[in-house]
């Protein structure tokens, strides 16, 4: 007997404790969703209250709101399709990670997140009670299995439900992106998939967007009874696709999707960046961003990824320079804003530096000049920066990367200053490789321009802090191809400095790089955040105590 169900997958980016306004958008996309005669709507996981909320989860009256919002979406279901959506709930007791279906003006069923991650990134289990064993559910005649995101990474699930005589999986999801994510889920996914027999079908519908470190990227897509992908949403981006499910002899077979390329590589990383960054500004309220632009590569990719985020309108770049300031920084600084299209204003902060150098005289008197005198030169630059935002509201933007706040070579309460770091999980020789991919786009990225954004200049010359006469980076780190490689090997895959040893490496140089590692934890702990791009980023994934003495041999 021939059966056909149109199922809308809406990739959302909802805001976390918006209860009201998440709710107001489901119910205009059910809306849509019946003007375009859908059968069913599915939303992305704890949708209603935004993913993921973290401890936000633990306010009862947070829990209670998304409990009322499910009632009135409820009722949009008597005209139109049923939806499916995810909350928290609380049941007997116990907060759960739920998913409900909703149809004919009722909560028709409910179902719990079993596996609960507790790794990396996640730690639902302090939050979430795991739901019992799932149960299929039936819908106008069709049993759907209903995992919730991690339920499909492991067989648990999904074999009890096939066990049970599931012919349709509708998972729904807060998966965040990461660089492997897209692998990571089709081999997780097979590993039971392709022991399902009979009529089948896999609909995996994730959110998108920012959320403080994390990005979500949707992807969603589907598999037919013949294990092949009939459906494959954007990346970072919102969709609202239609699909028209035909179930046969042969099993279901998914027509009239959108099947797009997978994203992967440099420009993954990118838009990962900007939706990131984006989300943050815009979800919290900030007009723009300002930033420090100093003439280097940091400061540059930085301005252009907030540009393609925001818009050339909110991003202001403020060169402050002192007596070290190169002529040639300044040039390339003023001539990247050009490029980008973006307000540039030259604030001298050598007066202020002076005037500490005046309060701190009789204090420093009989010392050397060190790393005290140049740390000054970029808290000074700190406190202009905080000011301005003070004063007219943008955030902050800071610009580190992930090899500079690996070994600490960052002034606390300096460069350090910011809402937030787009750079945070991108190692300096990924900053080089960015910058020219970016240069390579010969078609808008975002809301910048097209083409040459950061002055080629800016990536070929020797990186400087420019904080004493002739300073390089090489000066106080190993080149940063070297540098890099140990730093990945420490931070990644947690090598032990004996395997970099033995890779090649200077013994001495892998031993102090450890060091410093581990010394400049206190100073991450104080650093603003940023979105999540590898495989171990530092904040959310590696933890590591600030009081620390082992060092391996």
């Known amino acids: 007997m021939t059966q056909t169900v149109k199922i809308l997958s809406a990739q959302l980016n909802p805001v976390v404790g918006d209860v009201a306004g998440n709710l107001a958008r489901a119910r205009a996309v059910h809306g ?14 704890l949708f209603l209250l935004g993913y993921p909320p973290e401890d936000l989860v633990l306010k009862p009256a947070a829990v209670e709101a998304c409990q009322r919002a499910l009632e009135t979406l409820a009722l949009d279901t008597q005209t139109g399709p049923a939806i499916l959506i995810g909350l928290p709930w609380r049941q007997d007791g116990l907060l759960y990670n739920a998913v409900a279906l ?26 979430f009670a795991p739901g019992p064993l799932p149960q299929i559910v039936e819908w106008r005649g069709i049993k759907l299995g209903l995992p919730i995101c991690e339920d499909l990474w492991f067989a648990t699930a999904p074999d009890v439900l096939i066990q049970q ?102 420009e993954a990383d990118w838009l990962a960046m900007c939706r990131g960054l984006g989300d943050y500004v815009n979800k919290n309220g900030f007009p723009g961003i300002v930033i420090g632009m100093s003439g280097g590569l940091d400061s540059a990719i930085s301005a ?19 007596k070290y300031t190169s002529e040639e920084s300044l040039e390339d600084a003023r001539d990247c804003a050009r490029r980008l299209g973006i307000r540039y204003d030259i604030i ?48 902050v933007l800071s610009t580190g990367n992930k090899s500079e706040m690996a070994v600490g070579y960052a002034t606390l309460y300096g460069d350090m200053n910011g ?51 002739d300073q390089t980076d090489q000066d106080s780190l190993p080149p940063y191809e070297i540098l890099d490689a140990i730093l990945y090997g420490l931070i990644e895959d947690e090598k032990a400095p004996r395997d970099l040893v033995a890779e090649g490496y200077d013994a001495e140089t892998v031993r102090r790089i450890e060091n410093l590692l581990y010394r400049a934890e206190y ?14 980023n530092f904040g959310r994934d590696r933890r590591y105590p600030m009081t620390n003495r082992f060092r391996a041999d």
Request: aromatic share 8%; proline share 7%.
């Open 348 to 395: 001298d902060v050598e007066p202020a530096i002076a005037s500490f150098g005046q309060v701190l005289a009789p204090a420093f008197a009989g010392t050397e000049p060190d790393a005290s005198e140049e740390n000054i030169q970029s808290r000074a630059r700190g406190v202009v920066l905080m000011a301005l935002s003070n004063k007219f509201g943008p955030m």
């Open 102 to 127: 909703l149809d004919e003006g009722s909560v028709l069923a409910l179902r719990f997140k079993h596996d609960l991650p507790n790794y990396a990134v996640f730690d639902e289990k302090r939050v």
């Open 32 to 45: 849509d969703a019946r003007a375009r005669g859908a059968d069913l709507v599915l939303f992305p996981e």
């Open 523 to 536: 100073k991450r702990r104080q650093a603003p955040p940023g979105v999540k791009i590898g495989s171990k």
């Open 419 to 469: 809402g937030y770091n787009a750079l945070k999980d991108i190692y300096k020789t990924e900053v080089y490789e960015l910058a020219r991919w970016r240069n390579a786009a010969a078609e808008p990225v975002g809301l910048g321009p097209a083409g040459e954004v950061i002055t080629p200049r800016i990536i070929t010359k020797a990186p400087s802090a420019e904080l004493r006469p």
């Open 165 to 266: 005589g599931a012919e349709m999986m509708i998972s729904i999801n807060g998966s965040p992106w990461r660089r492997t994510i897209e692998i990571e889920r089709q081999t997780a996914f097979a590993r039971w998939y392709q022991r399902w027999t009979g009529p089948k079908a896999l609909i995996f519908v994730n959110q998108i967007g920012g959320q403080d470190e994390l990005v979500f990227d949707g992807a969603s897509f589907s598999h037919d009874s013949d294990g092949a992908e009939c459906q494959r949403l954007p990346a970072f981006e919102e969709a609202l696709d239609l699909v028209s499910w035909t179930r046969t002899g042969a099993g279901w077979h998914g027509e009239g999707a959108q099947q797009v390329k997978p994203l992967t590589g440099l």
């Open 304 to 322: 252009a990824i907030a540009v393609d985020a925001l818009g050339p309108d909110k991003v202001w770049a403020v060169m402050m320079p002192s």
